[in-house]
């Protein structure tokens, strides 16, 4: 029967494990030194061997010449072990048994002694799906489980497993394995199964993984079947639905290249071609990622998941872009793929999406646009201040006088200013001396004066008199007689008609009729 890759070529012993040294270390230096805990979390990405490690304990506590980190293989413990059907060593997927009836038969479990291994070990995938009840009812055997009982509890979701149960284990996390370990062990495994693939194909094959070595296993028996022993890179890609860096690369020459022409059509292959613009716009933010680390980076890197030519292929084209450049990129096309994953019309958003790209590539930094103004000279220094002597008055040189202003002058700007109702009176006005001095008026009189002429509006008027813009300017006089205020005196139709409106309103007539014999003798304006 056949047995696929990711199962046939499983590791069994810490010797064949790869990309999680420190968790091999630690465990074999615990089973040499026999202390072996009774409760371990297994967490990490998929596919990166929690469960295979988590067998391979078993095997190191088990094995007869165990507990070993070194288990023999061939024992009958080792033999059942790996094929996954030892009577002590249970795996329990607790995405499917997550309840508490459940961990109460594990619980019954956990009082026998082994049937013939030296440990009972129960393994129990996909640990974080048990419920809040469950696991209340596997705290105490975990806290205080029997000399022969070992809990491994493995989970993709570490934060979802409670505290109380976290406290009683010991934590191991799996991180994710490198892409050239990926690699190695995939050129083993073609060699052993005679498989031709070319180092671009496995590099292909690797980055589907994504860090994940049964997926990328798991891809590579998936390009067997549709392949055959020869595997061919074009082939694999359609395969597995994966773009090549030559579209990904036309987007990088036509952001150089200002030519937003050039997107459609990259949009128009893709969709002839029946690709996802979805997984599209997704990989060109990986491209996008892969340049900007090889830019900051300079050289080959272990950051970057890809083989040697396509490293080389990625320094070239990041050396046209600046840093600045691809970072705007990259949280461009991240917006985009996110917009496109909830998006009715993933053509229309690519395709806005990838011309936005052409439009921040023609941006300028602040930097270079400064550089790039005309350079202005600096000013020339001020002269020196010559001090030059006064001429010397002559008995014929007299000052010029001021332009004294028209007759009209101060007879216009008073009925203006009644006109306009400002507080300033005729007496006022010919108390005080008015003068035109270029482009001032100029009032001199007593100080109480200032007050009136702070509004503005005078400035207004007398520079339509004048016909020409003036500003008003005060000059108090010390020996200047104060203005007279101006008159309340009312004429007597005014005083008459203020009279009637008085003796009309009905809260006078009201009183006029309590005290008949009341008379009025005097109206006055409350508002003046």
Known sequence: MYQVIARKYRPQGFD???GQEHVQKTLANAIASGRIAHGYIFSGQRGTGKTTVARILARCLNCINGPTATPCGVCSACVEIGAGNSVDVLEIDAASNRGINEIREIRENVRYRPARDRYKVFIVDEAHQITKEAFNALLKTLEEPPEWVVFILCTTEANEIPNTIASRCQHFTFRSVDFAEIMNRMKYIASQEGIEASEEVLSVLAQAGEGSVRDSLSAFDQAIACCGKTLQVEDVRG???????GPLRAVADAIRASDPGEMLAIVENLE???QSLQHFARELARYWRNLLVAKISGQFTRLISASEAEQKELLETAAAFSEEDLTRYLNLTLELYKTMQSSLQPRLHLELGLVKLVQAGRLQSIEEAISGLPRQSAPPPPEPVRKVAPPTPTPSSTPAPASAPSGDLRQNLHQALLKERLNISADA????????QGPELVLK???????????KSIERLASQILGKPVRVRFEPTANAAPPPPPSTEKSPAEDSELRQRALSHPGVKRFQELFPEAQVRTVRNLSE
């Open 429 to 436: 006005l010919e108390q005080a001396e008015l003068a035109v």
């Open 239 to 245: 395969l597995l639905g994966l773009f090549g860096n």
């Open 16 to 18: 064949e494990l790869i």
């Open 445 to 455: 009189g007593h100080k109480s004066l200032s007050f009136a002429l702070k509004d």
């Open 272 to 274: 002839r071609s029946g």
